[in-house]
């Protein structure tokens, strides 16, 4: 069993909104922080979005600021996406992660558990 698994990604039209959320199995992950990433095709992953272990503090990559928020209901030991505006750019594949940090992490290499992703598609 992966760690974790995305769930929420589909088909929308520019403007539109999502809200993808990240269920973990196997353990808590209550103390961890949190992120998620995206990978369009013929790009590399890049960061998205982290939440400290509480949830009390947040940061965003610049492409994404006010449009996604980031939350996370660690009593339910799941992670949220909410994204609006939706633009065509945005199209990749979503990943949760969980860091080996409590605090905000930017980097790939900072977060050691992982999930398979999902698909987020905006047309025009």
């Known amino acids: 069993q992966v760690p974790l698994a995305e769930s929420g990604g589909g088909l929308v039209q520019a403007g539109g909104s999502l809200r993808l959320s990240c269920a973990a199995s196997g353990r808590t992950f209550s103390a961890n922080g949190m992120g998620w990433f995206r990978q369009a095709p013929g790009k590399e992953r890049e960061f998205v979005a982290a939440i400290n272990w509480s949830g009390g503090r947040t940061y965003y990559a610049d492409s994404v600021t006010g449009r996604f928020t980031i939350s996370r209901d660690n009593a339910k030991n799941t992670l949220f996406l909410q994204i609006n505006s939706l633009r065509p750019e945005d199209t990749a594949v979503y990943y949760c992660?969980?860091?080996?940090?409590?605090?905000?992490?930017?980097?790939?290499?900072?977060?050691?558990?992982w999930g398979q992703g999902t698909q987020v598609t905006v047309s025009s």
């Open positions: 992660a969980a860091s080996r940090y409590s605090i905000i992490r930017l980097a790939l290499s900072d977060y050691d558990y």
